[in-house]
């Protein structure tokens, strides 16, 4: 399974920018693929998960009407288009993916304890005032 993540960027408050997360290695189609941000001396943060079997998707609150999650299976990639970027958005964003079958359950009821066993190497998101 791997993983690449890429579009990041430095972005003014206010602007967009889309991430793409290119897959390889697995049954796309099979698996939960989700983005995770990491600020410098914080936590890792989920933020947006989509379920490729039916399309469902998650989003955390500080996200949710700004942040669309999408997948094109054909393509094998899932992309984070990002909208009224915000300085706190400022982060390392971060591709996984799983297909353990608890894991969309797991997902939308915490999603920080989503134990997702796949990931990408990151790719850097900031956002200037």
């Known amino acids: 399974v791997q993983l690449v993540e890429s579009g990041g960027g430095l972005v003014q408050g206010g602007g967009s920018l889309r991430l793409s997360c290119a897959a390889s290695?697995?049954?796309?189609?099979?698996?939960?693929v989700g983005w995770f941000r990491q600020a410098p001396g914080k936590e890792r943060e989920g933020v947006a998960c989509?379920?490729?079997?039916?399309?469902?998707?998650y989003y955390s609150d500080p996200v949710k009407g700004r942040f669309t999650i999408s997948s094109d299976n054909a393509k094998n990639t899932v992309y984070l288009q990002m909208n009224s970027l915000k300085p706190e958005d400022t982060a390392v964003y971060f591709c996984?993916?799983?297909?353990?079958?608890?894991?969309?359950?797991?997902?939308?009821?915490?999603?920080?304890?989503?134990?997702?066993?796949?990931w990408g190497q990151g790719t850097q998101v900031t956002v200037s005032s």
């Open positions: 996984a993916a799983d297909d353990t079958p608890q894991i969309w359950v797991v997902v939308t009821a915490d999603i920080q304890s989503a134990d997702f066993g796949s």
């Open positions: 290695g697995f049954t796309f189609d099979d698996y939960v």
């Open positions: 989509i379920s490729n079997s039916d399309g469902s998707t």
